[in-house]
């Protein structure tokens, strides 16, 4: 063959490779965004998939936002802040923050007194009384002989450590701390029956103890979780139950964090990640989108941003979602945007995480602050 056809032949060659190339790669991307869980798709591919798909539930649930009462769109709003530390969230922090006031001041005026507490702990217990799920049944029976606990750590902690974290107090600050100070919190943290009631919450309240610089008994808590939930016995959980410790673990981890402001360090709860790991399969197999999502957000506090966990979870969440609605539904279908804002705003930050920031505070962003709620002030 003469060789100014071997080098016509040569260039229609080096023609065609790239036009093959491209196409496979076009069918590749396509693909991916069909079906994101095939392992031969590139990274890249996949993350804008779910960057996607987290900013379908975002608008889906901006565009009716304020239509939620002050404590939903609150939850959002701060966190939505921080992860993006874009002022367009201001006045959803500004009403969690005037929630958390308005909370507060009835404490400081309305319950403090031993009287006064147990009155409305008693109030608060007899909620339970007519609720026949699992959860309601379980967190009766552990409660009702220390109802005070749903006074002091479900509502007053959580209140203080919010304000705690804003850079602000309570203007009778000194007067709710008298009153924390007068309960051991070590019996409710210790107690199996609480434990197997309230894990995730109680996680918090520790914590929250342990910023608001009062009783310590975060390590104390952990050993009898740990003592409540051996892991050898997790066949034997129900559904409910299983649950409730895949929640308490996460909690313990985001309440480390100071819910989102801080990275944490994996050895630091390397008996936790060790778990998530060996048993991802099962979790996925047994719990809720929301402990799921939970679970994934945990790696990524650590900064596990390529750990096979987070791309098991985000492919759950990203699986879930009802896409004519723009949700994460809950198991039974149902797609209010009440009901589902904690599932779906851990969704998001699932799928588009941003890293954690401590925010927004008093002093680093003060246009978040220039008009407080009445009773809160600058710690």
């Known amino acids: 063959m003469k060789p100014s ?4 032949l040569s260039s229609i060659k080096l023609r065609i490779v790239p036009v093959i190339s491209s196409v496979l790669l076009t069918g590749l991307i396509a693909s991916t965004t069909v079906n994101a869980t095939s392992s031969s798709v590139e990274p890249s591919a996949v993350t804008s998939t779910f960057q996607q798909d987290a900013n379908m539930i975002r608008d889906t649930y901006e565009s009716q936002l304020y239509t939620l009462p002050a404590f939903k769109s609150g939850h959002y709003g701060l966190r939505m802040y921080r992860q993006t530390l874009d002022s367009k969230y201001n006045a959803a922090v500004w009403s969690d923050m005037a929630r958390v006031a308005s909370r507060l001041n009835k404490f400081a005026t309305e319950v403090h007194t031993p009287e006064q507490i147990a009155a409305y702990s008693k109030q608060r217990i007899d909620g339970y009384l007519d609720e026949k799920d699992e959860r309601s049944q379980l967190r009766y029976a552990a409660t009702k002989n220390m109802p005070e606990y749903l006074y002091l750590g479900v509502d007053l902690l959580g209140s203080m450590a919010r304000a705690n974290e804003y850079g602000l107090k309570h203007r009778e600050d000194e007067k709710l701390r008298k009153v924390i100070e ?6 409710y943290a210790t107690n199996e029956a609480m434990i197997k009631a309230w894990a995730a919450q109680i996680a918090n309240q520790v914590y929250w103890l342990r910023q608001l610089g009062e009783q310590d008994v975060v390590d104390d808590f952990i050993t009898a979780f740990k003592k409540a939930y051996p892991d050898n016995q997790d066949s034997q959980l129900s559904a409910y139950q299983f649950g409730n410790k895949i929640y308490g673990l996460t909690h313990i981890v985001f309440a480390a964090s100071e819910y989102y402001q801080h990275p944490i360090k994996e050895k630091d709860y390397q008996w936790i990640f060790d778990y998530y790991r060996q048993n991802i399969d099962t979790i996925i197999e047994r719990a809720k989108e929301d402990v799921i999502a939970e679970v ?5 506090l650590a900064g596990l941003d390529n750990d096979p966990v987070v791309l098991k979870t985000r492919k759950v969440i990203q699986n879930a979602i009802n896409r004519e609605h723009g949700i994460v539904p809950s198991v039974s279908g149902g797609v209010g945007l009440l009901d589902g804002e904690h599932r779906n705003t851990l969704a998001i930050m699932l799928l588009d995480w941003q890293g954690a920031h401590a925010a927004p505070t008093y002093n680093q962003q003060p246009d978040v602050f220039s008009s ?7 710690k």
């Open 372 to 378: 407080m709620p009445y009773g809160l002030e600058a």
């Open 5 to 8: 056809i071997l080098k016509s």
């Open 182 to 187: 007068r309960y051991d919190f070590k019996k």
């Open 296 to 300: 994934g957000i945990n790696f990524l």
